[in-house]
């Protein structure tokens, strides 16, 4: 019994983590090396769930097994998510750092007559409020950065400078 705990763990946090990151575009290494990890620790618990009782029957261990590897699952990717590292770029003069992690998947010269709108997937949204403002000026960039739940979500200011909208 104890060795198909093992297995059963392993297997549904190798399928059910490769096709998350598949979706969220995690790399495969990482997704991997979680799901074995996060399917040791729930073989364990569940292992000692079913020691600590009386014999549970598979079915139920499954659903156990289940319910660990996603509540697992979204605990590190919400300390993973909501993490705040200290960024210490170095002096560089005219030089622009990223504003967030991830990986720049567009760059789009804006003219000044020209409708500014932002590409998330296939679907556009149109920048109206910025756009509707004298801000732009005679030439601006927008850049698009993909960002996936394991990027850190805080964004900084690329330049220096005064926020003034």
Do not use: Q
């Not at 660990?68 to 590292?85: V, W």
């Not at 760059?107 to 403002?133: Q, R, W």
């Not at 801000?135 to 964004?155: F, P, R, S």
């Amino acid at each position: 019994m104890t060795a198909v705990i093992f297995i059963s763990s392993l297997a549904l946090a190798l399928v059910i983590l490769s096709l998350w990151a598949w979706k969220w575009k995690v790399r495969i290494k990482a997704a991997i090396l979680g799901a074995i990890v996060i399917g040791i620790v729930t073989g364990l618990i569940v292992y000692w769930i079913n020691t600590g009782i009386t014999d549970i029957h598979m079915a139920f261990l499954i659903l156990i097994e289940l319910a660990l590897i996603i509540l697992l699952t979204l605990i590190i990717i919400l300390t993973r998510f909501y993490r705040d590292p200290e960024r210490t770029p170095k002096e560089t003069e005219n030089v622009i750092l990223s504003p967030a992690d991830g990986t720049v998947v567009y760059v789009n010269n804006v003219e000044n007559s020209s409708c500014l709108v932002s590409t998330k997937g296939k679907t556009k949204f149109p920048l109206e409020e910025i756009a509707s403002t004298d801000l732009l000026g005679n030439a601006a960039y927008l850049l698009g950065i993909d960002m996936n739940v394991l990027n850190v979500h805080v964004n900084r200011s690329p330049i220096s400078g005064k926020v003034i909208l």
